[in-house]
């Protein structure tokens, strides 16, 4: 059983920034894991937002936060992270990390990851 816990959530004001942690603890190595981050708004379907192989070297990130976000992972600390940059309300959701077996191309839908965390508030205020 893989268990992730996400932290880094908050209030934010637009055009500011956050950083998303996601830590694995136990017997969790997500070394062999590809990861990704995910996102929920009020009212909304699940959305990607941005994947990471297992060794770091392939990212993909979506359309609407290009630019702005950037996934990274340390699997020496098992932790991912999302740097999330300039801010608009419409980024205001919860934050879920995920792991998944690494697939060719990178996973961007819900049933590529098998295993999720609780998630973390985000609101962006304008």
């Known amino acids: 059983q893989v268990h992730l816990v996400e932290s880094g959530g908050g209030l934010v004001q637009t055009g500011g920034s956050l950083r998303l942690s996601c830590a694995a603890s136990?017997?969790?190595?997500?070394?062999?894991?590809?990861m990704a981050w995910f996102r929920q708004a009020p009212g909304k379907e699940r959305e990607f937002v941005a994947g990471m192989n297992r060794n770091g070297g392939n990212s993909y990130i979506a359309d609407s936060v290009k630019g702005r976000f950037a996934i990274s992972r340390d699997n020496a600390k098992n932790k991912v992270y999302l740097q999330m940059n300039s801010l608009k309300p419409e980024d205001t959701a919860i934050y879920y990390c995920?792991?998944?077996?690494?697939?060719?191309?990178?996973?961007?839908?819900?049933?590529?990851?098998?295993?999720w965390g609780q998630g973390t508030q985000v609101t962006v205020s304008s």
């Open positions: 136990g017997r969790t190595f997500i070394s062999t894991y590809a």
């Open positions: 995920a792991a998944g077996p690494q697939r060719l191309p990178l996973g961007s839908k819900d049933v590529d990851y098998d295993y």
